[in-house]
């Protein structure tokens, strides 16, 4: 099974940056869509990014209406790694954040992803 692990989350005052990573064990990582979400308290898990197997293939990414512009998901598929690039930090961002692993085509419902990390959160001050 693919194990995930996430780190970089921490405490940001709006408009800060912050970049998660999302380390994956597993000899079949490039063969895995990733995707980042997040959850916060009262709420659903939603979506905010997902690639495919290549970083650099911009029709290969999705994003959130309310992140875009702002974030950006990349992969090192060399590293076994997944990043989500958060910029223009705003109050209502304030989540933990999980990276997830799909075998699947990159997709935005919780239910498609079959791997999870533990989170990390992301706390951002007004």
């Known amino acids: 099974q693919v194990q995930l692990v996430e780190s970089g989350g921490g405490l940001v005052q709006a408009g800060g940056s912050l970049r998660l990573s999302c380390a994956a064990s597993g000899r079949t990582f490039s063969t895995y869509a990733m995707g980042w979400f997040r959850q916060a308290p009262g709420k659903e898990r939603e979506f905010v990014a997902a690639?495919?197997?290549?970083?650099?293939?911009?029709?290969?990414?999705k994003y959130a209406d309310s992140v875009k512009g702002r974030f950006a998901i990349s992969r090192d598929n060399a590293k076994n790694t997944v990043f989500l690039q958060m910029n223009s930090l705003k109050p209502e961002d304030t989540a933990v954040y999980y990276c997830?692993?799909?075998?699947?085509?990159?997709?935005?419902?919780?239910?498609?992803?079959?791997?999870w990390g533990q989170g990390t959160q992301v706390t951002v001050s007004s």
């Open positions: 997830a692993a799909a075998k699947v085509p990159v997709r935005v419902e919780v239910t498609a992803y079959d791997y």
């Open positions: 690639i495919s197997t290549i970083s650099w293939n911009i029709g290969s990414t």
